[in-house]
Nanobody
Framework: QVQLVESGGGLVQAGGSLRLSCVAS????????MAWFRQAPGREREFVAV?????????YYADSVKGRFTISRDNGKNTVYLQMNGLKPEDTAVYYC??????????????????WGQGTQVTVSS
């Protein structure tokens, strides 16, 4: 059974940091593009960051998090991370990990991803 399990969310004050983890199981994910998305109440799920395998591990970020968030992966542990620094109240959302097996769509499009985690809540207080 393929699973992505996120952890590391929580409540933090503005300016603080959190590190999210996503552990994948059930198949090998080393060739998948791995991404983080987030969804705030009443809003659509939005792209946050991705690590692309075919381009030697290039990373791309949403403009809203660029310079504050860092995505990384450890293929030996089947794990992808999201280090979040300088958190703002507008970063409050449920954060989801996703895996793109086929590499056929846009990395920022939710429809490109084949597997999703259950999400972890991040709340940033002002």
């Amino acid at each position: 059974q393929v699973q992505l399990v996120e952890s590391g969310g929580g409540l933090v004050q503005a300016g603080g940091s959190l590190r999210l983890s996503c552990v994948a199981s059930g198949r090998t994910f080393s060739m998948d593009n791995m991404a983080w998305f987030r969804q705030a109440p009443g809003r659509e799920r939005e792209f946050v960051a991705v690590t692309i395998t075919w381009s030697g591990g290039s990373t791309y970020y949403a403009d809203s998090v660029k310079g504050r968030f860092t995505i990384s992966r450890d293929n030996g542990k089947n794990t992808v991370y999201l280090q979040m620094n300088g958190l703002k109240p507008e970063d409050t959302a449920v954060y989801y990990c996703a895996a793109d097996r086929d590499h056929r769509g846009l990395y920022s499009d939710t429809r490109s991803y084949d597997y999703w985690g259950q999400g972890t809540q991040v709340t940033v207080s002002s």
